[in-house]
Antibody, heavy 124, light 107 residues
């Protein structure tokens, strides 16, 4: 059974970097048949996919156009986890952030399971 | 970007009722559609993928149908634990998108 456990601060100052980590159990971040995603949810924007990392003989990343200039998602094979960094945050980045597994090799996929969610507030 | 529109935005029903939620895509997405259930303070839970395939462990009172641009989620006999918010999600491309949600409330 795959489980995802998120960690990271719940408060970030404007213009700083939001950093979250998602630890994986029951699967491998280096799996050739899964992708590892970050998704956020806010009242104003709803559920918004941010990006993903996956391994297919080498590492790949895909990012949403809305955050492409500010986002980095990195795998950490030594700890079997992956991370999200979102730079230059503003109050509009306030949201609940989720990590989630995409269980297929296709271009797009459903998500299962999800992490428990982290409320990140951007405020001074 | 593919836009997903759900209707209704909210729905009141009683235990034992049959309810249907609709999701429409702004362009054809074949059967690349998933449905999720979300309860307050919890992450979304996958119910259905590939438009009509029930995720393991999900009760058979949940069913999905549709292809192309129009999809439905049906709950055949509402139970108390089904009152939640439901979301559709397209995954026709890697840049997935979600509907705005349908809140199912107790009448």
């Amino acid at each position: 059974q795959v489980q995802l456990q998120q960690s990271g601060p719940g408060l970030v100052k404007p213009s700083q970097t939001l950093s979250l980590t998602c630890a994986i159990s029951g699967d491998s971040v280096s799996s050739n048949s899964a992708a590892w995603n970050w998704i956020r949810q806010s009242p104003s924007r709803g559920l918004e996919w941010l990006g993903r990392t996956y391994y297919r003989s080498k590492w790949y990343n895909d990012y949403a156009v809305s955050v492409k200039s500010r986002i980095t998602i990195n795998p950490d094979t030594s700890k079997n986890q992956f991370s999200l960094q979102l730079n230059s945050v503003t109050p509009e980045d306030t949201a609940v952030y989720y990590c989630a597994r995409g269980p297929k090799t296709a271009a797009g996929t459903e998500f299962d399971p999800w992490g428990q969610g982290t409320l990140v507030t951007v405020s001074s | 970007a593919i836009r997903m529109t759900q209707s209704p935005s909210s729905l009141s029903a009683s235990t034992g009722d049959r309810v249907t939620i609709t999701c429409r895509a702004s362009q054809g997405i074949s059967s690349y559609l998933a449905w999720y259930q979300q309860k307050p303070g919890k992450a979304p839970k996958l119910l259905i993928y590939a438009a009509s395939t029930l995720q393991s462990g999900v009760p058979s009172r949940f069913s999905g149908s549709g292809s192309g641009t129009d999809f439905t989620l049906t709950i055949s006999c509402l139970q108390s634990e089904d009152f939640a918010t439901y979301y559709c999600q397209q995954y026709y491309s890697y840049s997935v998108s979600f509907g705005q949600g349908t809140k199912l409330e107790i009448k």
